[in-house]
């Protein structure tokens, strides 16, 4: 199901057509994976994303997949979880995005002044461990804003 949420264009995300995506991507494209999570009752909600910038300035797709599972309370546990969807959708991608710009967004903040803070070095540390780059809030516009963005749909 394609769908245009403000303004932006989205599908649910099948392996194939987002390997083949990428694969079909210009050399100038960029390629981010992040993902985000919210607790609505007895459920915690994830949202991952995979963004083709096309030319890494014409616009892109969004592809999203979306997992219910029972609510997630620990926060340490939730935004780690993030991270380890994050980690493994990248290595669904990685064989095929070549020299193009990829980099994993994670939804932490390294000021100590917010909760998200409590994951940030260690889930710095997996991402670069498992040799992706990777960016914090303010710049990890992919799990803020459009993972966000589907975890709210």
């Known amino acids: 199901m394609n769908k245009s949420i403000e ?5 649910k995300l099948d392996w194939d057509e987002v390997r083949e995506a990428v694969k079909n991507s210009s050399k100038t494209s960029s390629i981010y994976v ?18 083709i910038h ?18 997630i309370k620990a926060l340490r546990q939730r935004l780690m979880k993030e991270v380890e969807m994050a980690v493994t959708a990248s290595f669904e991608i990685c064989d095929v995005i070549g020299d193009k710009k990829f980099e994993v967004h994670l939804d932490v903040n390294g000021d100590p002044k917010h909760q998200s803070n409590i994951v940030c070095k260690e889930a710095i ?29």
């Open 34 to 51: 992040g993902c985000d999570s919210k607790n609505k009752k007895a459920h915690t909600i994830f949202a991952l994303v995979v963004v």
């Open 54 to 71: 096309l030319d890494s300035s014409k616009g892109g797709k969004i592809y999203y997949e979306s997992l219910r599972v029972p609510r």
């Open 125 to 153: 540390g997996y991402v670069e461990s498992q040799g992706f780059n990777c960016q914090i809030k303010p710049f990890a516009f992919c799990s803020s804003y459009a993972a966000d963005m589907v975890v709210r749909m």
């Open 7 to 11: 303004g932006h264009y989205i599908q």
